[in-house]
């Protein structure tokens, strides 16, 4: 688990966020966020709530998507900025401690963010709880295999989230009885050795990361999962 000063500073800006986004392309299946994006709109959601917006790029793509009314939300102050700059509706919440009533929402996303939450329990029992009794739940995270050619050739070792296409399922069903997942194979390319140890320097990894040159653009495997979890 994730020590939760960590998140707090390395979420305190955009950058790290930004700067990673840059290198990834879709798979054979598609862009997983479009995936989410479309799970939604399908279960014809009104209210929706995102935990861990980061820049508000996902919320910002919700309202443009119909007449949704969304809610973005983020532990970061900065992130709520930057959010709110797109003209999204955002306040800084932790997703453990949520301060809606219950049956608020129609949906609720969760994109690449439950493996920083330290109390994943009390995360997912508040969804649940502020999640209309037909509501849908999707989240999005990382198998353990995710980049692991590139941190294993760097000197390092393949991830290990603890909320990951391994082990979220199990996670997901002890809060609701229907979890539907997809893969997704997506693609990091790199231009040369520099651009692949800026990308690995985003993260908070105790590794002096170590690669030889390269100079023609490298492609690295990535690997995500989405769950539709519904009662
Ligand atoms: C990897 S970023 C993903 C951001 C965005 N969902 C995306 O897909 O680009 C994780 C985000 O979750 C936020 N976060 C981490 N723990 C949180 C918590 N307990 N409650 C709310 N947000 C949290 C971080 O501040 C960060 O913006």
Redesign the pocket.
């Known amino acids: 688990m994730e020590d939760i000063g960590t998140?707090h500073q390395q979420?305190l800006t955009e950058e790290r966020?930004e700067a990673r986004?840059g290198f990834w392309q879709p798979g054979p299946e598609g862009d997983p966020a479009t995936a989410a994006l479309d799970a939604i709109v399908a279960s014809g959601a009104h209210d929706v709530l995102e935990?861990?917006?980061?820049?508000g790029?996902?919320a910002a793509r919700l309202r443009a998507a119909g007449p949704i009314r969304v809610l973005a939300?983020?532990?970061?102050e900065r992130?709520v900025a930057v959010t709110r700059q797109r003209g999204v509706e955002a306040r800084v919440?932790?997703?453990?401690d949520l301060p809606m009533p219950d049956d608020s929402y129609d949906a609720v996303a969760a994109?690449?963010?439950l493996y920083?939450?330290a109390d994943r329990p009390r995360?997912l029992s508040e969804v649940r709880r502020v999640l209309r009794p037909d509501g849908v739940f999707v989240a999005i995270t990382i198998g353990s295999d995710h980049l692991a050619d590139l941190r294993v050739e760097a000197g390092g070792a393949p991830v290990q989230p603890g909320f990951s296409s391994e082990n979220g399922e199990e996670q997901l069903r002890a809060h609701f009885s229907e979890v539907v997942r997809s893969d997704f194979r997506t693609r990091a390319v790199f231009d040369d050795r520099a651009a692949a140890l800026t990308y690995l320097d985003t993260g908070h990894d105790d590794v002096r990361w170590e690669l030889p040159e390269f100079d023609t653009p490298r492609e690295y495997a990535g690997h995500v999962t989405m769950f539709v979890c519904r009662d």
């Open positions: 998140v979420y966020l986004r935990l861990g917006c980061g820049t790029a996902f939300s983020d532990q970061s992130m919440l932790d997703a453990t994109l690449w963010m920083h939450v995360a």
